[in-house]
Structure formats: C-alpha cells, structure tokens
C-alpha cells in the first residue's frame, strides 16, 4: 500500500469536505478497497472513512424505504420490511459474499465494489485499460469465464460483482449523492456505466460525491419477488448469471414485471426488453421464453462464457415460473 | 487511539495502513489468529468485534476499530475453561493441520450470534419467520466463508451443531 491518511468523518457535510480534496477516497466496510490498496490498484492520499454516517432505515409514509448508505448488508438483509416488502433484496444480499464481509460490507461500498476481473487484480502480469487505460486488455483473449456478454465493448469485457445492485436496479432504487456543490439523486439504473470506450470511468459520481442513501420506491408487486444466483459453486462465489425478479399477475395475464440481471455486464443490467416483451402478455412458460429471447438477443458472448447466453434465458424462465408458484 | 483487545486496551499504530490482522500478530505477537490468503477469501483470519459480530481481520485497516473490543482465539476461554467450541472441536476432531482452527471457532461463536438476531442466510426457505433452527444445510451455508484445505469439514459440522445444541439446552433450561 502507498502511504495515506486516515480521517473518519462525523457527519456528510464533513465527509464530502475532506473527501473533495485531491485523491481523497471514500471507505466503507474496506471489503474491497483494502484489496485494492494492497495491490496498489488504488492509491488514494487519504481515506475519510464513511461508516460513522447513517445507517437508519426509514419507514416512510408514502411506504418508501430509506437505507443510510452506512448500512451494513448484514443488517439490511435482516431488516423486517426488507423481508417482507422486498424480499429480493433481502436474497440478494445473502447471496454476497460471506457472513464475515456481510457484516462489515455497507450498502454505499457495495454499489462502488470494483469488478472481479483477474486482469484487472494482476497488476504487474496483464494489460488492463480499466487500470491503465489505453494500455489494452488481455481478458477479451483470455480466460473469460466470468466475464460479459451484455453491453461490452472493445475496450473491456469485465462484469459487475455486486448481488444487492441487481436487486437494487429491478426495484428501480433512488440513490442519493451529496457533494460540496449539493445534493442530487441518481436512479440506480443511471449510476453505473457501460465501458464503451473508457472502462475506468464506472459510475455517473462525480469527484467526491458521497453516496448518502438508497431509496427503495413503494412497490407493492415486490413482496411477491426473488433473487436466483447461479454459480461454480454453492456459496461463497460470484455469479456467472442472476436474476432479481418481481411479478404481478392478473387473471392469466402479466399486469407488471420487474427483472434484472447480474454477471453478465459492466453494470446491473435491467432486462427492459423482457419487461417490455411481457407486459400484457399471458403468463405462461412460452411468454417467459419469448421475454428472455428478446433480452439475450444482442447477446455478444468470448471465448470462455458462450453458456451464460443460455443460462441467463433459462434462469430467467425459471425464477418466472417460481414467482408464479408464489403467493401472491 | 487506543482499541480493546481481549479486554486490554492497546495503541493503535500510527500508520493507518495497518490491517487489524497485522495488529494482532506482528505487533501484538498474538498468532493465534491466522493469514490464510489475506484477501478475504478463506475467513482464517476471522475475529469478533463487541461480543459477537464476526468480521475479517485482513480486511480490515486498525483504526477504524479505534474504541471497538476485538475478541481473538487467545479471548475465548474463561477463568481457564476452554470455550464449549473449543471443548467441541477437540471432541469432533474438527481439524487436521489446525490452521483454519481459530478462524472456525470464532466464525462459530459469531454464526451462534447470527441465529439469536434471526438473520436470514442464503438457504433459510421463509424470510418471514421469528427463528431459525440450525439444520445441517443453514450450518454448512452459515460456515461458508472459512475454508479448510485438509478438508476437515466433518468434524467441524459436527462440533459446531454439538456444541450449539448444547448451549440452546442451557439457554432454555
């Protein structure tokens, strides 16, 4: 690690002071960025260490829910409403990981963890334009697996880690940023970036904004929700495909659909197509396939995960057929 | 700067880039806690913070435990009685070469923990429920994140669901 100060803030008006100067880094649990400093990925002269801010989760009257983004993935995947308004968060979140980093992990570290990419972690083996941009990227030719097959680019091919953001962006989840210039909100389906042409730019965060909270909407058809996470092992690993997925039937017919994808792109992909592809249609297992078709269509898969194309249909028919199985 | 270790107050380092996990062992020469990968992938190095809540100690930088009680191997027996863990773990042969040991125990008393607050794991079936039993597939999942590359993974089972039995009999009784 390269030498740096250490401040802990004790509110967001200090933490966004002290993290608006130069090479200032937020840190949460560390369950990532202390990785990243050990491999000299991330060199920050000071770290304003954020988990003294809020970590409430509000209630509110109009039955939104408000996360202090200090909010550790422990606690928030315990959390009674989460349990039982949003219960696709609450899978998603015990899906992470193990229960020693969901202890420490908060919601604001979560949503900024960098991706998995072994290239991206070999720091003095491989070419990494997320790392050192321009200098290419040995995973595109390389062992794959892991990696993208939705809205990749020839600049980078890595994928997004994060379970909790996937369920964050079916839910279409608020995120609440704070700076020295002010507040603002992001939809979570806005925060993240595809690579395009410069994959070291992630997010839509500008220089020391601070994730303050996530806002999960009032969204009734979520209690009738889940997350499915498939995997090279039973636990303790990243996805190669997941699902977060809610439903609301009427009659025989599709009213609303929320779906979501993790492990196959730079960012949690929201499956717009397939919503749009089931909105009204019957509810049925051939809907379901169609809807996961029109998803994957643009599929553009490597070398080493031309089986997640498949995967990620089928997953998606099943986590479907599940939520049916449910009651409602 | 000062944090709680095993009930002894100590200085923080001053470089901040200190992992608790070096605190421990090369400053404090407390070695009981183990450097397994040291990149949060193997929970040897799993220590409790205030009591109960078990986190990884390579992850984590020393002063942002600045006040906190941190609970090592070294911590858990009492008046000179090993923990019930630790009695168990013998019992069960819960361990080959022992590396992964302390980090399984500690992983233990914090999962015992975990189930008292009713925190849902990834195979508990209904989110909605007031308790959760420890069956062998919520131990195995609960357990996931420390690894034993002797693959001791027997003994360690049955450890753990003996000595949570126990204790659950004691706390009803």
């Known amino acids: 690690m390269t030498p740096f100060t250490y401040a802990r803030a004790h509110d967001a008006a200090e933490a966004v002071r002290l993290g608006g100067e130069h090479a200032a880094k937020y840190l949460g649990g560390g369950t990532n960025l202390v990785d990243l400093l050990r491999e000299t990925i991330e060199h920050p002269l000071s770290l304003i260490d954020v988990t003294g801010l809020s970590n409430a989760i509000e209630e509110r009257k109009d039955g939104s829910l408000l996360i202090g983004a200090a909010t550790r993935n422990t606690a928030l995947a315990s959390h009674r409403a989460v349990r039982v308004r949003y219960p696709m968060l609450s899978r998603a979140l015990v899906a992470g990981a193990s229960a020693q ?118 969204l009734p058809m979520a209690a009738r929700s889940t997350y499915r996470k498939v995997r090279d092992r039973a636990s303790y690993a990243f996805a190669l495909v997941s699902v977060a997925a809610a439903i609301e039937i009427e009659g025989d017919t599709v009213k609303d659909v929320r779906l979501a994808l993790g492990g196959v792109a730079h960012k949690p992909w929201r499956a717009w197509k397939a919503e749009a592809a089931l909105k009204g249609r019957p509810a049925t297992p051939e809907s379901f396939r169609a809807a996961a078709e029109a998803e994957l269509a643009d599929a553009a898969p490597l070398r080493d995960n031309a089986f997640k194309v498949e995967l990620a249909k089928r997953t998606i028919v099943a986590v479907l057929a599940e939520l049916m199985e449910m009651d409602a | 700067m000062v944090i709680s270790i095993n009930g002894a107050q100590t200085d923080l380092p001053a470089d901040a880039r200190v992992s608790l996990l070096d605190l421990l062992r090369e400053h404090l020469h407390l070695f009981g806690t183990k450097k397994g990968c040291n990149q949060g992938a193997c929970g040897a190095c799993t220590v409790l913070v205030d009591g109960g809540e078990r986190i990884l100690s390579c992850m984590a930088l020393a002063v942002q435990y ?16 090993m923990h019930p863990l630790q009695r168990a773990f013998i019992e069960h042969d819960g361990f080959q070469c022992g590396y992964c040991t302390p980090g399984q125990i500690c992983s233990a008393v914090g999962m015992a923990d975990e189930l008292r607050r009713c925190v849902p794991s990834h195979v508990t079936a209904d989110l909605s429920t007031e308790t959760i039993a420890l069956t062998h597939d919520e131990l195995r999942e609960r357990m996931s994140g420390n690894l034993c590359r002797c693959g001791a993974y027997n003994g360690i089972v049955g450890a753990i669901a003996e000595a949570h039995a126990e204790t659950r009999a004691e706390e009803v009784a």
């Open chain 2, 66 to 81: 600045e006040g906190r009680a941190i609970t090592t191997i070294e911590g858990l027996a009492s008046n000179g009685e």
């Open chain 1, 101 to 218: 980093i969901r202890n420490m992990a908060t919601v604001g570290g979560n949503i900024l963890q960098r991706t998995r990419c072994t290239y991206f972690y070999d720091v003095d083996g491989s070419r990494c334009n997320k790392r050192n941009p321009g200098q290419g990227c040995d995973a595109i030719d390389g062992f794959n697996r892991i990696h993208a097959i939705l809205g990749a680019s020839s600049a980078c091919v890595a994928s997004h880690p994060s379970d909790m953001c996937v369920a964050l962006t079916a839910l279409g989840a608020t995120v609440h940023l704070r700076s020295a210039r002010g507040e603002r909100t992001l939809p979570m389906t806005d925060v993240h970036r595809l690579p395009e042409g410069h994959p070291e730019i992630e997010t839509l965060l500008e220089p020391g904004e601070l994730i303050t909270a996530v806002e999960l909407p009032p």
